[in-house]
């Protein structure tokens, strides 16, 4: 009788322990995946009023912002493991896909960390002006997604999608109009130059 109770309060401490650890496991995995909230209300910028909302994946090395603004709304996606990001804009019907800048850039960890010290919220129109970047869309649509990564893949297909390529120094002259400009968290000011399908 008494090594009975003695295995039945064992397997009690067993569980308790395996609850326990199986707590502290989720409070560590947590980390890999967070989402904020910020508001960007830049009423010079017709693409880039609204809320914007951050999502840090650092398991997979990818950031998304989603910028909720009516008709004007857009979500942009950067693949760190690839190297590209794409912007799907909803009045547009389509998505870019281009080569990130890894100068105008933050890495994902220091993305990470200006949004969970609320650096990028107390920026503002008034701080900073945010490193602006200027990219001709390619008009032929692209075939072949699955070069871009599995992330971009998945947010780009059965939407006309874009390749677009940065345009650096005196060829900046070369665009006039017919651009669409998105303010990206007070860190990137994006213009994209060209024709799409539903332009």
């Known amino acids: 009788m008494p090594a009975f109770f003695s295995i039945h309060h064992f397997r009690d401490a067993n569980m308790k322990l395996t609850i326990v650890f199986a707590g502290l496991l989720g409070v560590f995995l ?45 979500h942009t996606l950067w693949d760190y493991n690839t190297g590209f990001a794409a912007i799907r804009l909803f009045n547009k019907k389509a998505c870019i896909v281009h080569k990130m800048n890894k100068d105008a850039t933050p890495s994902l960890q220091a993305l990470d960390t200006m949004v969970k010290e609320k ?16 990219y001709s869309i390619n008009p032929d649509k692209v075939n072949n997604l699955d070069e871009f990564g599995k992330s971009i893949a998945s947010m780009c297909r059965r939407v006309p999608t874009y390749m677009a390529e940065e345009v650096r120094g005196a060829s900046l002259l070369f665009y006039s109009g017919k651009c669409f400009n998105v303010n990206i968290l007070w860190i990137l000011n994006a213009s994209f130059c060209g024709e799409t399908e539903e332009n």
């Open 119 to 134: 650096k990028l919220q107390d920026k503002g129109p008034g701080g900073p002006p945010p490193k602006g970047l200027m």
């Open 30 to 74: 947590t980390p890999a995946f967070a989402q904020y909230n910020i508001n960007i209300g830049d009423s010079n910028n017709s693409g880039g009023s609204g809320l914007q909302t951050v999502s840090v994946n650092n398991e997979h090395n990818v950031a998304n912002v989603d910028n909720n603004n009516g008709w004007d709304s857009w």
